[in-house]
């Protein structure tokens, strides 16, 4: 993705309408979609409807309405660059927007595949016996992982993630057990033995998987996403890596573009030095917190 014309994004807000059809029902609200996922798992998110107008602040608290009734987080994700002026709209109705990079790869900038001190690369095999105990662990280095954000000094961080700033294994084992269903890792299963979604974890001989991050395509385009470290294991390499890795076995599986979100610039940075530029900015919105 050297050049973010109107083609590509176009090619993703297909992507985004795709993604979750195959694992969620569908709702037209107004001028956004819901997906509501089917069984356990994470929700999904409510995005404008393709081909359709800028949502409306009553289109949004419409949507609201709905996703509170179905138990599910009242979040909304678009691509600026597609829907600008859902930003405004989205303020007005009391979101608060995250605006975050949105990266491509260049594929003649990824960088070649190095070893990682203290750790190997390894894809999950759906059809591996040990795959409940991977993704229990996977899910609690992210869980953990995004507690504890990178490149902020304990004073910048909250309450939570100064708990957990320098949570590594024994952290991950005490809440690996508590996360994941026999369902859920069904569904899991489903979808990595599909073929569009792909684990890999960094593994240590001695400390278990201390790094996680996933890839998800439809059709020719793929996001890659959930990339988590546990802060223990920080600055060895292992989130640049993991999306390398991701990054090459989407390649040459025929994948033509490949774009990521990062949480903010920092991160944003980290994925540059992998080899993506950036191409846009993606929001990410949500209730505004009530002041106390
Ligand atoms: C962002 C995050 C995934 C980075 O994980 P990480 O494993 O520490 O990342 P890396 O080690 O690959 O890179 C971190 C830094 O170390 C540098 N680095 C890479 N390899 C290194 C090595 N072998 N030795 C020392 N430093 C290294 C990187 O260049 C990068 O530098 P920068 O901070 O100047 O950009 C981690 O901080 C995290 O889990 N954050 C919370 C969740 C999150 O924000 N995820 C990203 C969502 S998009």
């Not at 900038?109 to 795959?131: F, H, W, Y």
């Amino acid at each position: 993705m050297a050049r973010a014309d109107s083609d590509h994004f176009d090619r993703l807000e297909q992507f985004y309408d795709a993604l979750p059809r195959p694992w969620a029902r569908v709702e037209e609200i107004g001028s956004l979609v819901l997906f509501v996922r089917e069984g356990e798992g994470w929700p999904y998110y409510a995005r404008p409807r393709r081909g359709a107008p800028t949502p409306s602040a009553a289109d949004l608290t419409a949507c609201r309405a709905r996703q509170r009734e179905l138990g599910l987080p009242e979040t909304f994700e678009w691509v600026h660059e597609t829907t600008p002026d859902l930003l405004a709209v989205a303020r007005s109705a009391g979101l608060d927007v995250l605006l975050a990079p949105l990266l491509g790869l260049d594929p003649q900038a990824l960088v070649p595949d190095l070893p990682v001190p203290g750790a190997a690369i390894r894809v999950l095999d759906p059809a591996d016996p040990g795959l409940h105990a991977d993704l229990a662990a996977s899910r609690a280095v992210a869980r953990l992982g995004f507690a504890a954000p990178a490149h902020r000094s304990p004073v910048e961080m909250t309450e939570k993630s100064l708990v957990v700033s320098g949570a590594g294994p024994s952290e991950r084992d005490a809440a690996a057990d508590l996360v994941l269903s026999d369902e859920a890792v069904g569904g899991l299963r489903a979808m990595l033995a599909g073929g569009d979604y792909e684990t890999a974890v960094a593994e240590s001989p001695e400390e278990g998987i201390l790094a996680t991050g996933t890839s998800q395509r439809a059709g020719d385009v793929a996001e890659i996403a959930g990339v988590a470290t546990l802060p223990s294991a920080r600055g060895r390499g292992y989130a640049s890596q993991l999306t390398a890795t991701l990054a090459r076995n989407l390649i040459s599986r025929g994948v033509e573009l490949i774009f990521l979100s990062a949480g903010d610039d920092d991160v944003a940075r980290l994925y540059t030095k992998v080899g993506f530029r950036r191409v846009g900015t993606a929001c990410i919105a949500e209730p505004a917190a009530v002041p106390l």
